[in-house]
């Protein structure tokens, strides 16, 4: 397939020689990479979805919902006002999937919000569902626990899960799907120890994880704990 350039437009809104003849390599260049790619480019669809997902994980700060939503918005509007134009059609569908891939990023993310603690806790009291019983041999055990209640703490501001390291504290040994109860002292997430290092507290975001920390008190099992969810008893 094979593009003529628009010249007449180009003159319209490039008076400039020099802006026009800038504009002419560049959409010389757009039209010769479509043509190169056109039977393929149902492929490129996901590979631009990628790229804004990438982009959003790239960002310094966190962008607004509504801008995110909004931009993906757009550009279905314009595949839809320029969908018997062939060129721009393509080059919208790119930026269309990018900005798909970036708001499903965003949306993802404030799917997975949920509070964190913000700073250390001493003499925390938590409850919860054992998700997840983590052996270390010579240390101390770990544990993952969905909690259903913390001491002092609304329901809208207990973290959805924390991950607590124990001793032999337990008058049984833990499993998968019980509820217990403990002192522990917890702390927010950990951060990047170095630039560029990896991301634990990007990581505890997206699994809920609201602190980690330890024990400080034998762990006790709750009677009459509400039933556990669905994942946790299967």
């Not at 833990?174 to 002192?183: K, V």
């Amino acid at each position: 397939m094979v593009f003529a350039p628009d010249r007449e437009a180009g003159e319209a809104y490039f008076p400039s020689r020099y802006g026009r003849q800038r504009l002419e390599r560049l959409w010389c260049g757009v039209r010769a990479a479509v043509e190169v790619q056109w039977d393929r480019k149902v492929l490129w669809l996901p590979v631009f979805f990628a790229c804004g997902i990438l982009l959003y994980f790239s960002l310094k700060s966190e962008p607004g919902l509504l801008p995110s939503v909004s931009l993906a918005a757009a550009a279905m509007a314009l595949i839809a006002i320029f969908r018997r134009n062939v060129l721009l059609l393509t080059v919208f569908a790119a930026a269309g999937s990018a900005s798909l891939g970036f708001a499903f990023a965003k949306i993802h993310t404030e799917l997975a919000r949920a509070p964190v603690i913000a700073e250390e806790t001493d003499f925390a009291r938590v409850s919860g569902w054992v998700e997840e019983v983590e052996r270390q041999h010579g240390q101390r055990d770990r544990i993952l626990l969905r909690l259903f209640a913390m001491e002092k703490r609304a329901p809208e501001e207990t973290p959805y899960r924390v991950r607590i390291s124990i001793g032999k504290t337990a008058a049984k040994p833990i499993r998968t799907g019980d509820a217990i109860a403990l002192w522990a002292t917890l702390m927010p997430p950990p951060e990047p120890a170095e630039p560029g290092g990896f991301d634990f507290g990007r990581k505890a975001w997206f699994a809920g994880l609201g602190a980690v920390g330890y024990a400080t008190s034998r762990i006790d099992v709750v009677q009459n704990a509400p039933s556990p969810p669905l994942s946790i008893r299967v």
